[in-house]
């Protein structure tokens, strides 16, 4: 279903209309931002507060923003406050940081990119990392950029993957420890966050990379100072990654139920995170709540395309209870939703939550956990001295997971995101 909805949405806008849009929005967003840019300091007040570490939520908070930043972080009436401060009141609100979705598969061209990481936005989500096909320059220059109503950009580049005839060729293709080698250098002088590798035979469509060549270019990142994470999907593969190195996981295991020494295994690794990557439930779910965010022609077919699947379903629950057993076993979960579809990360939140986990442990892995798989070490708590990233919520998503949709509004870098103007122009509907 996710992969159908994909390949819609790329078709959604025609490529010789992206710098058109582009360029009026990037005017218009200029504008805006101007017009709207706060006060050097402002207070936030009043609001139920979820930190994002996983402790009990701060009732009647405060916070104090300055330059972009959190300054202070306490209740209403123990902020100091310097003269002259701005102050919002967000009494009844729920305010909780900004998501991170740490998987996702982005454009490679700027025009294209920039509206990604602007949808990105308007869903709450602060910063994506694109895992692995990311070819040429402008993954690189993006990443470096402060974009205005954009999420923040972060890139593993080009991925490693034995060929796959048939299939992308943005990854390298090895075929030999010489070749891994080289590949990872290569990342290594463009500074990637991370180095992905696919270890997966596509269904016995293709030879997947070997054990030789992943122990290799896992051995060879380190030696360069770079975290690895592997594409897995058979618990042999998992298990020998892991033992060969390995730093993280872009899915888990998805062919059967995971055993005691694959929980083991990674539990030797404190550091160690899953993102799990939850495949479609094949249960049908009420999408009405993008209606601000998608054409009607669009919503129309997003809900018509939303059926029961039996198959589906067996397949989620294989990957369901694996979750829940590492989960248990108190194994690091991030929050990644692979594609480019850019409200998935609130669907892969919901089934989380549907696969075992409180809605408490995946605010989370979609904010604290994934910053760090994203390697933002300012991003994914509400805390001094970290981007003030944040969303404005008009229910608990502590209470449903899905109130972390009901978004009254977005702040990035302690500045607003313009959701009103974003929506009119995808839509063509003025608010």
């Known amino acids: 279903m996710r992969r159908a909805i994909l390949q819609r949405w790329i078709r959604i806008i025609p490529a010789s209309l992206f710098s058109i849009a582009v360029l009026v929005a990037g005017f ?6 101007e017009a709207q840019r706060p006060a050097a300091a402002t207070v936030f007040e009043g609001a139920r507060l979820i930190v994002g570490d996983g402790s009990a939520p701060i009732a009647d908070s405060a916070f104090l923003v300055e330059n972009g930043r959190f300054t202070a972080v306490g209740r209403k009436g ?3 406050a310097p003269a002259g401060a701005a102050r919002v009141d967000l009494t009844g609100k729920t305010v909780m940081p900004a998501i991170v979705d740490a998987h996702k598969h982005l454009a490679v061209t700027r025009e294209a990119l920039v509206d990604q990481l602007q949808h990105l936005a308007y869903y709450g989500i602060g910063a994506a990392m694109s895992l692995g096909q990311d070819t040429g320059d402008v993954a690189y220059q993006v990443r470096a950029e402060t974009i205005p109503n954009a999420a923040r950009f972060r890139t593993a580049g080009r991925g490693i993957t034995a060929p796959e005839p048939g299939r992308t060729q943005a990854p390298f293709w090895v075929t030999s420890e010489v070749e891994v080698r080289k590949a990872v250098d290569e990342m290594a002088l463009k500074k990637v966050d991370i180095i992905k590798f696919w270890v997966d035979d596509r269904d016995h469509t293709v030879t997947k990379l070997s054990p030789e060549l992943y122990r290799a270019g896992i051995d060879e990142a380190h030696k360069k100072g770079l975290r690895t994470i592997a594409h897995i999907y058979t618990l042999e593969d998992a298990k020998g990654t892991l033992r060969a190195g390995i730093d993280n996981f872009a899915h888990s295991v998805r062919d059967k139920d995971i055993d005691d020494e694959y929980v083991k295994l990674i539990k030797a690794k404190p550091g160690f995170i ?26 129309q077919k997003l809900q018509e395309d939303n059926k029961e699947d039996p198959k589906a379903q067996a397949f989620f629950g294989i990957q369901a209870r694996n979750l829940a057993k590492l989960n248990t076993a108190g194994v690091k979960i991030a929050l990644g939703s692979d594609g480019g579809i850019p409200w998935a990360a609130h669907e892969e939140m919901a089934d989380m939550v549907a696969a075992g986990m409180t809605p408490a442990q995946v605010l989370v892995a979609a904010t604290r956990n994934a910053a760090q798989l994203a390697n933002l070490s300012d991003a994914g708590t509400i805390a001094t001295r970290k981007s003030a990233d944040f969303l404005v919520l008009d229910a608990n998503p502590l209470d449903d997971i899905t109130n972390a949709r009901r978004i009254a509004s977005v702040y990035l870098r302690g500045l607003s995101v313009d959701r009103a103007a974003l929506s009119a122009r995808w839509t063509g509907r003025r608010r």
Do not use: F
Request: charged share 30%.
């Open 28 to 33: 218009v967003t200029s504008v805006v931002v």
């Open 78 to 80: 123990q902020i100091k």
């Open 274 to 299: 899953v993102d799990p990557n939850l495949p479609d439930r094949g249960v049908k779910v009420d999408r009405s709540w993008l209606r601000d965010s998608v054409t009607d022609a669009e919503l």
